[in-house]
Every structure is written in C-alpha cells, then in structure tokens.
C-alpha cells in the first residue's frame, strides 16, 4: 500500500494534555508551515493568517492572556484552574495560530475562504504527524477571545481563529478512537 495513503488511514493526534515540550528542529517546522500553505485557494486570495507561538512567548501569552482572560469571564476560578490556563502553551514545543482572514471578493464566497483556512489546519496537523511529532488541532473558548485574536495579528471585527495546532512530542502512541462506519457516512450514486 501507498505509504502515505496508509498513513493517512492510522493517523492519530496526540492530544495536547498528554504532550509533552521538547525540541521541534526549525527545519521540521519551516516544513510544516509550508505543507500548511499549500492548499487549494479559490482564486490565490490566502484568506489565512498564521503566527507561530513558541519559546519564551509560550509563557508571556499564558500570563499575560490565557490566565487573565479566564479569571474575568470565570472569577470563581481556582488556583489550579489558573494555573492550568496559564501553562496551556508549555505543553507543547510550538502552537500554530491559524487566523481565518476573509477578503472582500466579488465571485468567491466567504465559504470557500473558510474551507480553505480548515485546510491550513488539516495540512499542518497531518504534517507534523508525518514527521513523527505529536500534533493535536484545537478550537477552546480562547479562540473566541478577542485579546488572543488581536495577539495573533488579527481583527476581532472581520477575523476568526480557526484554531491552534499544538506541536510537540509523544510519551507514548495515542489510543485509536471510535471511527465512523464507511457505510454510515459515505454514499456511491452510480446512476
């Protein structure tokens, strides 16, 4: 079998709790974001905006806005809730912000631009799996907050965070989960 058609079949994401921070190599990671560019456009508009979150700004961003964006929409917050908020980026070696930028078109819909934001966040997650790193995209409240969207060179007004894609390494396999049935999500018109 094709071997990235059978990696495709048994790709998996480590999910970002169960990461750990180590060594992303630059050249792994200017590889990533160039398989995460490259994804079909309607029209060459790049309606996706990316900001790679690493190093020392891992932390900055937790202190400066993951804890105190919590604290103000969930005052009774604890201690450990805070915490976790605040160190959410050190679980990984880099977190990629992938801004969803729509760009005023008069034959291209706001739609296909979105799908193809979704496609950055598919290229770069499956990339970084190719390349043996654990990878996990998510979309949490914090991809609703303004702060964070400004943070990451966008407009709160027009913009959208389609999601953050987690970068790191594996303490062990990820577990495979429920997939759907073939015959349940998938219809062949013949006629």
């Not at 994401?13 to 630059?26: D, L, R, V």
């Not at 499956?126 to 949490?140: F, H, I, K, N, P």
Request: proline share 5%; glycine share 6%; aromatic share 8%.
């Amino acid at each position: 079998m094709n071997n990235l058609v059978n990696f495709l079949k048994t790709r998996r994401s480590t999910t970002a709790k169960t990461m750990i921070a180590g060594h992303i190599k630059e050249s792994d990671l200017n590889d990533i974001l160039a398989c995460g560019i490259r994804v079909p456009d309607h029209g060459a508009l790049n309606p996706w905006y990316l900001t790679v979150i690493k190093d020392n700004a891992r932390s900055r961003i937790g202190k400066e806005i993951l804890a105190t964006e919590y604290v103000l929409n969930n005052p009774e917050a604890t201690e450990e809730d805070i915490d976790f908020e605040k160190n959410r980026f050190l679980r990984a070696s880099a977190v990629v912000a992938v801004l969803f930028k729509p760009v005023s078109h008069p034959k291209i819909p706001s739609w296909e631009m979105e799908l193809s934001t979704g496609a950055v966040c598919s290229n770069i997650l499956v990339a970084a799996q190719s390349l043996g790193y654990a990878a996990q995209w998510l979309t949490e409240w914090y991809s609703y907050n303004e702060r964070m969207i400004k943070e990451v060179g966008g407009k709160p007004e027009t913009d959208k965070l389609a999601g953050f894609i987690y970068i790191g390494n594996k303490e062990k396999e990820p577990v495979e989960r429920r997939r759907p049935k073939i015959e349940n999500v998938i219809n062949f018109l013949t006629e």
